[in-house]
Structures are given as C-alpha cells and as structure tokens.
C-alpha cells in the first residue's frame, strides 16, 4: 500500500507541474499544448546537464530554464506574430521531438546518462507547494485578478488598463518554467536518464488534468494525483508479471484520462475566451 | 505561395545551421541536402519512393485541409489513419472474397474506422465539452497502444514477427521496379471530388460558410454544429483512407504491422495542409509531393551521410510556424483596414 502511494506520488509529480503550467496559461486565455514538448526538452536538457555540470540541482535549474525559453518561443509566435496557439504548439512539440532524438541519435546512442538521481521527495513537495502558490496567486491577489481577466475576454482586460500580451509573456514563461521542472523530475526522479519521446504524451494527459480540475490549480493537482495513481497501479501490476500483456496496459493511462473525460462535465468552467 | 516559398527557405537555412553545428562541418548542410535531394528526385527509383509517400500525405493532407474550411483542427489524423488501417486489414484478411469485391471494402472500412475515431471527439466535445484538440490527441496515443495491443495478441498471425495476417486485397505496382502504387489514384480521384464538393455543392458552400464565420452563417440559416461535425468525421473517413491506402498498397506491408503507428503520414498531414494554405484545395497535391520527396530524401540521407533523419520532423516545424504566421484571425481585421485605407486613398478621399 505504502510503496504504491510512493510511487503514485513519485509518477504524478511531473503531471502535476505540467499541470499547473497548464491552468496557469489558460487561465490567462492561451492554449497550451506546447506542455508536451516543454516536458520534453527540460528531461533532455537536465539530464545532459546533469552529466556535464555532475550536480543534479544544477541539471534541474537547467531544465527549468529550457522550459521557461520554450514558453517565451511560444509567447513570442502566439502574442507577437499572432500565429494560432494550437499551431505554435504543434510546432513546438514537433520541432522538441525531432531536436531532441536528432541529437541522441547524433551523439550514437539510444538515449543519454545523467549518471546520477535526485531525490523524488524534493520534487513532490515543491509541486504541491506550488500548486498552493498558484491558488493563492489567482483567487488572492490583483495580479491574479488581472491574469483571470486575460482569460475571460481580453478586449474587457486591455479597457481596464492591462497590458494583456505582456502578461502572457510572463505567464508563459512561469508556465513553461513549471513544465520544465516537471520534465527535470521525470528525467531525474527515475532512472537518471533520457530516452527520445519519454514524456509520451503527458503533456496532453496534464492538460486533462487541467479540464477535470476545471481551471482550478487544487483541483488540477488532485486530478493529476489520480492519473498518477492510474500509472503506478499499471507498473505495479506489471512488476508482480499479472498475465495482462503489456501493450495492453500501456494503454490504461491513456484510457482512464478519457474515460475520466467522458465521466465529468466541465464546460462550464473553461476561461471564457478559450470556450 | 510567396508566402510559403519564404518559409520553406526559412527552414531549409535553419536546418542548415542545425546541420552545420551538429557536425561542426560547413560543408556538412551542402552535402546532407545533396544526398536528400537524391534521395527524393536523383533517380527512377527515387521518383517511385517520393510518390508512394505522397499517396497517403495527399489524403491525410485533405483530410486536414477540409476540416480548417470549416474552422476545425484535426490534430487526431494520426489515430484515425491507424485505426483506419487496422480496420482495413482486418476486412481485408478476413472475407473470403474476391479481390475486385475486397478491395472497395476494404477502403470503405478504412474511412468508416476513420471516422469512428473522428466521431470520438465529436461526441465528447458537444456532450461533455471537452476541448476537440486535446481529445483527439489522447486518442492518437490511444490508437497507438490498442492497435499494438491488437496486433501483437488477437489479431496477430501466426510466426514470430507480430502483424495481422495479409489482405487479400491489393492495390498493385504500376511498374513492378518502383514502389509508387495505384493508391495513388485513389488519393487523386479523393482531392478532384473533394474540390468539387466544396466549390460546387451546397454542402461545400455551407462548410466553407461556416469556417468564415459561424455566427454569419447561423444567421443565413445554416447549423454551425451539424456542418462541424460533419467536417469533422469526414476529415477522418479521409485519414482512415490514408490508412487502407497504405495497407492495401505500400510494399513490404500489405498487412497490418504492430508498429504501424510509428509511421507519421497522419501528423505530416498537418504540415502538408499549412503548407498548401487556405486557397485552391488542389496545392494539397504540390505540398503532399514536397513532404513525400523529404520523407524519401531523409531516409536516403540517413543512410548516406549519417545525418539523421529526425531532421525533418525539425523542418516541419519550423514551416508550421513560419507558415502561420499569416493565417491567424487577428491580421485579417488589419488586412480589411488597409484595404479601406487604400480604396480610400484611390478615391482620393479621407478615410
């Protein structure tokens, strides 16, 4: 029980970050499937990092700064080059994608070392520490007020005064700093390594966290605990070798955040400009 | 199309410096584009490889291209096209048919599993509101996962590679030397129907209405939702085409392999709508020849001069991006203001 609770919390924590990233940008009204690509790149860059610099803080800051330049590139295309923020994702995740494979591929291996772990309590509790954070910040203080109104309408937001790009720019960047610390626990927390496509589609599993957690950073944190749950119950049953076979269960936490999207009305509760 | 010459040029210059510094070598790009090039357009051989890749791009490339008329992304063409080959096979190894009875069956399960996975997001989004984009992504792992899942276990044939045993029903060679297929063919009747469709067709006229302008639309009468989803799961009968298209055709397959997905016709398709832009229906046929001579060129590449092949997925990024920075929906109220500004220059009165 207990080392299942563990390792729930030890795989949630990168959904979680990437989660919070997630509300954070919506609730300022862009669109954030770049989280894929930013989780992405911040385990590949934390891990080489890590390696060249021999101190898993130090790969950490990496990744969280790798994170936080893919979200001001995002920013950049979607704020000042008006591009569609679904489009600036989907060339963000692609362009991560090939670099990062086209680089282990370079260096003529299947992956790369960071030849050391960091400990996974640190990460848990800097999420859930977060997670409070970013509450705090929307319901409890006027910039948060103002990032809200961003999301609701923003022609409302740039009458009363707010610059709404320049915003976003910001919030972007914290949004992509959060998903690189997700993608530096995902790469450090576990093996202490990197393999191409090793985020496999959490970006898009956090940003289900996100529609179930109805644009609400505690609730977001809770639903990704539960897809995290769903991951460790799928290693468990395959570490005590239960006669399912794997491509089978490989499948479940793809199909439980659908299931758990088909299950949970939440319309209602979208940013109004993002509806 | 200037527009897409400029960043076509945009990304084969920053894929040369990404080259350039990967191999600390100047002559490196010169080189590694040179073998691409070969590898596309150098030879007979080539040519047949370049144009079996476009087969499918031109009609995953529809597939997004339809959907955006009617203000749609379908990021979900991955999916459908796997699941659409999956069904295909199945329908292909498992009548006891003759070929000429197979084949068209075979292409209707195809675009009718397609648009199962099309329909998917459809439902979630008007029932649950769930975003479409995020759905049909989720759906693309899913794809991945269960067809693996049902290759490699029930459906799998006997022996040790694990695949569906092979269709009974074939596209064949046009010349048995090249690997370009008569699915080429499929995917060109699909675009000249498709163009007609939505030129001449009150359906294509409502879709494109509805893509313009939603609210303009209802106003004229027409139902935004039912004209959606309609795009929608035709975009996706599209990709599930693209699917039965490359199982019925593409050599060594002719089956259904566990790894299928791994094949990335349907997210090129993506690459392949923006490049062909919102004009004529018909550019999708230059783009899809493009990504297919890349894809082609690529894996010559590759194998000729170690660059790795990843290096498209870099310079299809860069085109999305650069590509789209034109058909965002703030600069047409710009647009719509400089062109009042220049009617009223040419009347000679004050704007």
Redesign the interface.
């Known amino acids: 029980m207990i080392p299942l609770l563990v390792a729930m919390l030890r795989l949630a924590t990168p959904l979680i970050f990437a989660a919070l990233g997630g509300t954070l940008s919506e609730r300022a009204g862009v ?1 954030n ?1 770049a989280l894929e690509g930013k989780l992405l790149a911040a385990a590949c860059v934390s891990v080489a990092a890590t390696a060249l610099l021999g101190n898993v803080w130090a790969g950490a800051l990496a990744g969280v700064a790798c994170g936080a330049l893919l979200g001001l590139l995002h920013a950049s ?1 979607t704020q000042a ?4 923020p ?3 994702g ?6 991560v ?3 990062t ?3 282990v ?2 260096a003529g291996s299947s992956g790369l070392e960071a030849g050391r772990t960091a400990p996974v309590e640190v990460f848990i509790v800097l999420a859930l520490l977060s997670a409070l954070a970013l509450w705090w910040l929307f319901y409890r203080t006027p910039l948060g007020l103002r990032l809200r109104a961003c999301g609701e309408s923003a022609p409302a937001a740039t009458a009363a005064g707010i610059s709404v790009s320049a915003l976003r720019f910001g919030v972007l960047g914290v949004a992509g700093g959060l998903a690189g610390l997700g993608g530096s626990a995902l790469a450090l927390t576990g093996l202490g390594a990197f393999t191409p496509d090793m985020s ?2 959490r970006g ?2 956090a ?2 966290a996100v ?1 179930l957690g109805r644009w609400n950073p505690l609730l977001a944190a809770a639903a990704a605990l539960l897809f995290g749950l769903g991951d460790a119950l799928q290693v468990e049953l395959q570490t005590r070798g239960v006669k399912i ?1 794997p ?2 269960l ?2 479940l936490p ?2 439980l ?2 299931l758990a ?2 299950f ?5 509760a ?1 940013p109004a400009s ?2 | 199309m200037k527009s897409a010459l400029t960043a076509l040029g945009l990304a084969l210059f920053l894929g040369a410096v990404l080259i350039a510094v990967a191999q600390k070598s100047f002559t490196a790009p010169w080189e590694s584009y040179r073998a691409l090039f070969v590898g596309a357009l150098g030879s007979p051989l080539a040519i047949g490889a370049t144009l079996a890749r476009a087969t499918p791009l031109l009609l995953t490339g529809l597939a997004v291209a339809v959907a955006l008329r009617a203000g749609l992304f379908n990021i979900g063409g991955q999916g459908q096209m796997t699941v659409g080959a999956l069904a295909a096979a199945c329908v292909g190894f498992a009548l006891p048919a003759p070929a000429w009875v197979l084949l068209p069956l075979c292409l209707l399960a195809g675009m009718l599993g397609g648009a199962l996975w099309a329909w998917l997001p459809v439902f979630l989004k008007e029932t649950r509101g769930a975003h479409e984009v995020i759905t049909a992504i989720l759906l693309n792992y899913g794809a991945s996962r269960l067809t693996r899942y049902l290759a490699s276990g029930p459906l799998k044939a006997p022996g040790e590679t694990p695949q569906t045993p092979e269709v009974g029903a074939l596209l064949p060679r046009l010349h048995p030397d090249f690997d370009v297929h008569a699915g080429l063919f499929i995917s060109l009747l699909a675009l000249v129907a498709l163009a007609w469709t939505l030129t001449k067709t009150v359906w294509g006229y409502e879709l494109r209405a509805v893509g313009a302008g939603a609210d303009a639309a209802r106003v004229a009468g027409i139902e935004p939702g039912r004209v959606r989803r309609n795009a929608f799961l035709l975009s996706g009968a599209l990709a599930g085409l693209a699917g039965a298209v490359v199982v019925c055709g593409e050599t060594p397959f002719r089956r259904f392999p566990a790894d299928f997905s791994t094949l990335s016709y349907g997210f090129d398709g993506l690459a392949v709508a923006m490049l062909a832009g919102s004009g004529s229906l018909f550019l999708v046929a230059p783009a899809a020849l493009l990504f297919g001579g890349l894809g082609a060129g690529a894996e010559a590449m590759a194998f000729a001069v170690n660059t790795p092949k990843q290096l498209v997925l870099i310079l299809e990024a860069i085109l999305i991006a650069a590509l789209t920075v034109r058909i965002s929906p703030l600069p047409r109220a710009a647009r719509g203001r400089k062109q009042a500004e220049e009617r009223g220059e040419r009347f000679g009165g004050q704007p």
């Open positions: 669109v499937i295309l080059l008006k591009v569609e679904i489009l600036s989907v060339a963000i995740n692609l362009g994608l090939g670099a494979d086209f680089a591929r370079r496999a589609g898009f599993i940003l289900a529609i076979p491509d089978f490989e499948l793809y199909a955040t659908l999207l088909i949970f009305k939440t319309r209602s979208a993002l509806a």
